[in-house]
């Protein structure tokens, strides 16, 4: 059983930076480790995702040279560096992790992920 608790969100102008941490409780070193989003009145959409080892990483093209996932697993932490934001990333932003082997950082589907956090706020205002 991984336990994930988020934290990180705020309130920012456009252009600014923020940090997400995703701090995790369990054995959950090996696992594929996913960011997603979930915008008012849109379906959850996945951000980023990192491997095990933290070696791979992916991306959706909407945050691609912005947002950067990343683990340290001696602290037990993922966390997602936010810069250029803009207020289309505006949204809550859950942490969410697989157990299945077969998972890959290419897996983009919530569905793909066992365990999940219990969100974020990220507001970003023009």
């Known amino acids: 059983q991984v336990q994930l608790v988020e934290s990180g969100g705020g309130s920012v102008q456009a252009g600014d930076s923020l940090r997400l941490s995703c701090a995790a409780s369990?054995?959950?070193?090996?696992?594929?480790m996913g960011w997603f989003r979930q915008a008012p009145g849109k379906e959850r959409a996945f951000v980023a995702a990192?491997?095990?080892?933290?070696?791979?990483?992916y991306y959706t093209d909407s945050v691609k040279g912005r947002f950067t996932i990343s683990r340290d697993n001696a602290k037990n932490t993922v966390y997602l560096q936010m810069n250029s934001l803009k207020p289309e990333d505006t949204a809550v932003y859950y942490c969410a992790a697989s157990r299945n082997p077969f998972t890959t950082v290419q897996s983009t589907r919530g569905g793909s992920y066992d365990y999940w956090g219990q969100g974020t706020q990220v507001t970003v205002s023009s």
């Open positions: 990192i491997g095990g080892n933290g070696g791979s990483t």
């Open positions: 369990g054995r959950y070193s090996s696992y594929v």
